[in-house]
């Protein structure tokens, strides 16, 4: 291959590695070559002579809801961009077996850094633990310190949401929130409420969802029966579906009756019908962010990436002022 590019076997040897170094026109001249050759690197092999795998490994737990999904997706995106590759080890159970035998997984492939998607407040109770022998980030904040943590702000998304329908003229205000042990239900039923109290806006319990349309839209049919709000904040986009599917079949209108607010703006928020007023959470800066973090880690500098992402407000037609 060094013969047919006319460089050195170490320049071949750089352009494996991502070197800074090379000249664009000697980079592609290798990457042509290897082209045409069909080649394809031997990972193993090279992190046997050069001791690194760049591989990055990926701890989740509910990977199939859309936030985790979503996260997973990002940082695979931006670790392929820094030269990275990614290993997920999706756990079905977050008991403390599950969770070693997903560590014992990705360690048996030499992984350099590891990001732990847990949602569940459990999870971070065994990882406490558990002993993790390389750089790692968590993507949520809890109060177990158990190293560098990247997160969106859902405390200020959720005061986004709430403040919002406030503002608008709502006074009877409901929240459908998340499952009780999830790290981010948590966070914005508590942003709801902190809201509720420095705008001095009385309010009742949340109830407790568990994140499916299906719960959107009993809890919905429940709450019509007595119909004494005017919004509803929901913590993610498809309990929020659900409940415009209930307030709909009960022949009221969004948002002349009932305003609705999600949290998340999944791909099919903007073609509800209404289209759907929700918090926005940047994934792909999630992922850029937490590639960089751990990539500082792996090749010590400044670590500037631990700040909390702010979520945005996105309003659609969901929402309006109440008609009374």
């Not at 750089?14 to 069909?38: C, F």
């Not at 200020?156 to 205000?173: D, S, V």
């Not at 809201?195 to 719960?215: C, H, K, N, R, Y």
Request: hydrophobic share 45%.
């Amino acid at each position: 291959m060094a013969r047919l590019a006319g460089v050195s076997h170490q320049t071949v040897s750089r352009v494996l590695n991502h070197h800074p170094s090379l000249r664009p026109e000697t980079k592609q001249r290798v990457l042509d070559v290897m082209a045409e050759l069909q080649y394809k690197p031997n990972r193993a092999a090279r992190a046997l002579v050069t001791s690194r795998s760049r591989t990055l490994g990926i701890l989740a737990a509910s990977s199939t809801q859309y936030g985790p999904a979503s996260s997973i997706a990002a940082i695979e995106t931006a670790a392929r961009a820094a030269g990275y590759w990614v290993s997920t080890a999706n756990i079905e159970s977050s008991d403390a077996a599950s969770i070693a035998d997903g560590l014992e997984h990705l360690a048996a492939q030499s992984i350099e850094g590891l990001v732990v998607i847990a949602p569940q407040v459990r999870v971070f109770d065994t990882l406490a633990q558990l002993s993790i022998d390389v750089p790692f980030v968590t993507l949520q904040t809890t109060d177990r310190d158990l190293g560098p943590t990247l997160s969106v702000d859902q405390i200020a998304g959720a005061r986004l949401a709430t403040r919002h329908l406030i503002e608008l003229g709502h006074r009877n205000i409901y929240h459908l929130a998340g499952p009780q042990d999830w790290i981010e239900a948590e966070a914005r039923m508590r942003g709801f409420l902190d809201e509720m109290s420095a705008q001095d806006v009385a309010t009742t319990a949340p109830i407790l969802g568990d994140w499916t349309a299906e719960f959107g839209y009993y809890a919905g049919r429940e709450l019509l029966t007595v119909r004494d709000f005017t919004a509803i904040f929901a913590s993610n986009d498809q309990m929020a579906l659900g409940l415009m599917h209930a307030v709909r079949d009960a022949g009221l209108d969004i948002p002349r009756d009932v305003s609705i607010v999600g949290f998340d703006d999944i791909p099919e928020a903007a073609h509800f019908w209404p289209p759907l007023t929700t918090v926005r959470q940047d994934f792909a800066e999630i992922g850029r962010r937490c590639v960089a973090l751990l990539i500082g880690a792996l090749d010590p500098s400044a670590l500037e990436h631990r700040q909390s992402i702010v979520p945005e407000l996105i309003v659609r037609g969901s929402t309006g002022a109440p008609s009374f």
